[in-house]
């Protein structure tokens, strides 16, 4: 079962089939989650905001939703992230395949080791199968996807100061968003394969002469989600065959 976890502007997944909602209950929490058959690959979806988009970024309950997904038994996950662009050659639009992050979050539950010393290893936490399955289906689909990105998570809500993100840009950073950790570094400790698109929805604080108009970046995304679900379905086909 492939996991789907979307964020800002991805709210549903049109065309799957069988679809039922339920609540799975974790030890973090309890969990809305879908699940059905998208182009003929199970499929447990799961937008991170919750219904409504209601849920902040620092409030999402990472952790129990994570534990869901793999309870339900899900094998591979795929996000997205809404995202700021940092590096200069990035366009409002474009999608990243993401291979590396930069964490400046605090006080969110990141790790399932609480009571144990553990040390989890993150020298590529977005798994490379997966990477590899991303950029084969935008190239046969005629999808642009730029192959590799280092993601900067800050802790919102509030957007960046352009002095922050001058700071990641010298610390090598080309996208910033809210809700990319702990997701990731939760999936590596659980086991779970787990890549996630970049989705450019507007220049990083101080890199436009316009202030941040989350106007703009509703249409940006709605530009955006026709691509988003042919790649994220492409993967669902490929992942199907090869489960069969």
Not at 38 to 52: I, S
Not at 68 to 80: N, P
């Amino acid at each position: 079962m492939l996991g789907l976890i979307t964020g800002s502007g991805f709210y549903d997944l049109p065309g799957i089939e069988e679809a039922r909602s339920q609540e799975v209950g974790t030890e973090f929490g309890l969990v809305q989650i879908t699940q059905g058959v998208w182009h003929g690959c199970p499929v447990a979806f799961l937008p991170r905001h919750g219904v409504g988009h209601r849920v902040p970024p620092h409030r999402i309950n990472y952790r129990a939703n994570l534990q869901a997904l793999h309870d339900v038994g899900v094998e591979a996950i795929l996000a997205t992230a809404v995202s700021g662009g940092i590096n200069p050659k990035y366009r409002v639009g474009e999608l990243v395949l993401i291979d590396q992050f930069i964490e400046f979050t605090h006080g969110r539950d990141h790790t399932f080791f609480d009571e144990e010393v553990r040390h989890t290893d993150m020298s590529d936490p977005y798994d490379s199968d997966l990477r590899r399955l991303l950029m084969e289906t935008a190239v046969s689909e005629g999808i642009g996807l730029l192959d590799g990105g280092t993601y900067v998570c800050s802790n919102g809500p509030r957007f960046e100061t352009a002095a922050e993100i001058q700071m990641y840009a010298s610390f090598g950073g080309d996208l910033v968003g809210m809700t990319g950790y702990p997701e990731v570094a939760l999936a590596r400790e659980l086991n779970l394969p787990y890549a996630a698109i970049g989705v450019v929805s507007n220049p990083a604080a101080g890199l436009s002469e316009k202030d941040l108009s989350l106007e703009e970046i509703w249409v940006v995304l709605e530009g955006l989600s026709t691509p988003v679900q042919q790649l994220l379905g492409g993967v669902s086909i490929r992942l199907a065959e090869r489960w069969k």
